[in-house]
C-alpha cells in the first residue's frame, strides 16, 4: 500500500466521487444557474459519441443534470480541469505529486511517471498551479501587533536584458511577507524593487499595528515608519539577527525564499516571464500549508484541489 494506491489514483468513477467530495463539500453547485444545493440527478450510463477507440463510446463520468435550470454538468465545468482530456485520476495523481514535492517537480518528471505526453503533463501542471494561486486578500498581516517580514529575491534573466556588472535590473525580482505569527505567507512576482512597486503591497497587505522586519534596504525606509515598529538588520555587515533584540530578523522569510530558489533553479529550470507568477503562487502555496503548519500532503492536495474553481487557463 502506498499514498497512491487510494482508489480515486485509479478509479475515473471514483475520482470524480472523490472531486465532488471536495469541491461541493457546502453542497452541489450549479456552474450554468448558479444554484447551491439545489435537486440535481446523477445521469449514470451516459455514454459519449463512437470513436475508434470507444466503438459504444465512453462512459461519461459525473455527469449530473441540474433540477432547475435542465442543464447537464460535472464536477469539472467552471475549473481550470475543464477542457483538459486526460483521465481524472491521472490529474488526481498529478496533484498529489505537485504538493508533496517541497521543491516541485517538473513536467518531464510527470510525463514519466504519469505516462502522459509531455505536452499534456506541461499544461496539466500550470492547471494544478493556477488552482494553488490564492484567491482575494484575507485579513492583513501583523493585525495583532505581530511581526511581519518582508523581503525580496532575484531569480533568472529577464528576456533581452542586458547583462549589467552588479544589481538586480536584468533578473526577476519577487517580494514575499511572512506573517510571523500565522506562518502564512504572500508572494508577488514585481517588476523590480523599487519604491513605487513595493510600498502599495506591503501597505496592502500588512496592519499598521505590525513590527515591520527587513533588511536595510533604503526601498523599505519610508514606508516602515508608517508602522508600529519597523526592525532591520544590517546584512550587508553579517548581522542577521539584531544583538540587542533577537526578534528583529528575515530569517523566516529567506529560509522560504531558499525553497524557492533551490526549486527554481533545480528542477524548473526554464521559465518565461509570463509564467513566473504561476511558479511563485506554487511555492506560496506550499509554504503556506507546509507540515509546520499542521498540514500533511492528503490535507494540502484537498487544499489545493478546493482552488479549482472560479478559475481558468487562458
Ligand atoms: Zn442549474
Sequence with gaps: MSVLSQ???HDEAKAYAFLESVVWAGGVVCPHCGVVGGRVYDLSGVRGSKSVKNPEGAIRHGLKKC???RKQFTVKVGTVFEHARMPLHKMLQAVHLIVSSKKGISAHQLHRVLEVQYKSAWFLAHRIREAMRSGDLAVPFGANGGAVEVDETYIGIKK????????WGHKHTVLALVDRESGQSRWFHIDSAKFSNIQPIVLENISREARLMTDEARVYKP???QFAEHGTTLHGGHVYVDPTDRTIHTNTVEGAFSIFK???KGVYQHCAEHHLHRYVAEFEFRYNTRQANGIDDRGRAREALRGISGKRLT
Design 67 to 69: 433540477g432547475e435550470c
Design 223 to 225: 514606508v516602515g515608519k
Design 160 to 167: 533581452d536584458a542586458p547583462h549589467m556588472r552588479g544589481g
Design 262 to 264: 533551490r526549486g527554481m
Design 7 to 9: 482508489p480515486h489514483f
